[in-house]
């Protein structure tokens, strides 16, 4: 889909929707008040549009959707969409009335869609780049794994009616974030036994080569080497062999800063010995990789808008966590590749264990700041709900960064505490620590517990992702199923450069 921004100007400093020659319109109306867009199209449809809009009974309540088929006129098809109270309306509902709109007309069987809302308490690059993205990602439908495809006709054409003309300059970085997205998506979705460790090395290799980005692939044994007793402790009960993945983006010339990005890689999670029981959504664990996926959809979007002084670092410890003769069993004692002892009371607790080794080495390459995104917890799920994720930071300076590019990308973060005299929750009294503590704050013990592997000082964030990888019901901008949370917050933060 060809995204731009078009101006319909009438000349007279008004604009005249019937400028635009496509077949689809779309149209966003607030529940109140006398907003210009309102006469522009009571001057389309020809026709005393309050009276069409009492006998069609629409409101303009948000999410509302109104397809009027006009044959013979054109453009063909209009689609008003409700945008509630004016006082209310913000980035976040101009997304989703986007995403909706340009649905409702995509399904109405327009090709060419153009999309006019009411923009001017928004900056105009960001309300562009919003439109686009949503109406993008809005559209995404995910047949990989069907026989035979559905029908799915994707519009040839999105424009962005009236905008002011600075609005276009953000379009350029709508493709590759969307890819980005998207892949985040396709991971995430993908069954376990596709999405498998080496299913995602082989995608991580892809991107190395589409992308011009280097790859180091740590096998097994390069781990053993490097003492990952923790991470190599979770891999061991499964027959499918572990893959250690580090993808680095270099810029161009002379780079300031350096970050890492770590992503929980459980292809598979069963619980291990601590088995997932009915209705701990054991069958939903494919996507406990959601944490990699976001961070190899950051990668492929950074490898192709290649942003000058920084360099990236994606580390991925992905392995699944099975049951076997030679599975860890509950009170296991693991040795981190820091040298930290863990007694495993709960072999279920197991993305903190590849979270510790893959932590430690990440810190040996200096960064600037580290961010991992991780399906750690039950907890997170339980205290924020499917929206939100959790945010942990030792960094006031990274968790307003990350914060901020959250926001301007669509996606909800909560900050939560690095509460210390949580940590008694953690003790062990055979080794260092223990993986797991009690369940009251159990998504902020899970957080301290990470803390152990960083190297102090050093500026760090954890977000948990468990209850926003996937969605059943889906979101304004994303059908049901994997939404490819996290990428846009990434991409958004290090394009900010990276603030820590
Ligand atoms: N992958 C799960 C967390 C999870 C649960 C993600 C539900 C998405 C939905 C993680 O490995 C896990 O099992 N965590 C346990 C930790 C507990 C044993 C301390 C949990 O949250 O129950
Ligand atoms: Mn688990
Ligand atoms: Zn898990």
Redesign the pocket.
């Given at each position: 889909m060809d995204i731009r921004c078009i101006s319909v100007d009438n000349g007279a400093g008004d604009n005249d929707l019937g400028q635009w020659d496509g077949g689809g319109l779309v149209v966003g109306l607030f529940s109140e008040g006398d907003h210009p867009l309102r006469r522009q199209l009571g001057a389309l449809l020809g026709d005393d549009l309050d009276a069409l809009l009492e006998r069609r009974r629409f409101r303009g309540k948000p999410g509302e959707c109104l397809a009027l088929d006009r044959i013979g006129a054109s453009p063909a098809s209009v689609v008003l969409v409700g945008l509630g109270n004016p006082d209310h309306f913000d980035g976040a509902a101009l997304r989703a009335a986007a995403a909706a709109g340009v649905r409702t007309a995509n399904r109405a069987g327009a090709r060419r869609i153009g999309l006019a809302m009411p923009v001017e308490g928004l900056e105009a690059r960001a309300a562009a780049s919003a439109m686009a993205e949503a109406a993008r990602l809005g559209l995404y439908h995910d047949q990989r794994f069907r026989s035979e495809a559905e029908q799915d006709s994707q519009p040839e054409e999105l424009a962005l009616l009236g905008l002011a003309t600075t609005a276009a300059e953000g379009l350029a970085e709508v493709e590759p974030i969307c890819a980005g997205v998207e892949l985040a998506r396709q991971l995430v979705a993908s069954p376990p036994n596709v999405a498998t460790p080496a299913g995602l090395a082989e995608i991580a290799a892809e991107l190395a080569r589409d992308f011009d980005l280097e790859l180091r692939l740590l096998e097994r044994a390069d781990c053993e080497a490097l003492g990952m007793g923790a991470y190599l402790g979770v891999a061991q009960g499964s027959d499918l062999p572990p893959k250690f993945i580090h993808l680095i983006y270099r810029p161009a010339s002379g780079s300031c800063r350096r970050v890492a990005l770590v992503g929980k890689g459980?292809t598979f999670?069963s619980?291990g010995y601590?088995l997932?029981v009915a209705g701990?959504?054991i069958e939903?664990?494919k996507?406990?990789m959601g944490g990699s996926a976001a961070v190899l959809g950051a990668m492929r979007a950074i490898g192709q808008l290649r942003p000058a002084g920084i360099e990236v670092h994606a580390i991925v410890a992905s392995c699944e966590n099975m049951i076997s003769g030679n599975a860890i069993r509950p009170g296991d004692v693991l040795t981190a590749s820091n040298g930290k002892t863990i007694e495993v009371n709960?072999t279920?607790?197991?993305?903190r264990l590849t979270l510790a080794d893959a932590l430690v080495y990440a810190c040996k390459l200096e960064p600037d700041a580290i961010v991992d995104l991780a399906?750690?917890?039950?907890?997170c799920?339980i205290a924020l709900g499917e929206e939100i994720a959790g945010l942990w930071s030792c960094s006031d300076a990274l968790a307003a960064g990350l914060e901020s590019a959250a926001k301007a990308g669509g996606e909800a973060l909560w900050r939560m505490p690095l509460r210390d005299s949580y940590k008694v929750g953690l003790k062990s009294h055979l080794a260092d620590l223990k993986n797991?503590g009690p369940r009251p704050g159990?998504s902020i013990t899970?957080a301290l517990f990470l803390r152990d592997f960083v190297t102090a000082d050093l500026p760090w964030a954890h977000l948990d992702i468990?209850g926003t990888v996937w969605s059943d019901k889906g979101r304004s901008d994303s059908p049901p199923g994997a939404t490819g949370f996290g990428v846009r917050t990434l991409v958004g933060w290090i394009q900010a450069g990276a603030p820590a």
């Open positions: 459980l999670d619980g601590n997932k701990s959504q939903m664990m996507y406990d709960n279920d607790a197991e993305g399906t750690l917890t039950g907890a799920v797991t159990g899970a468990a």
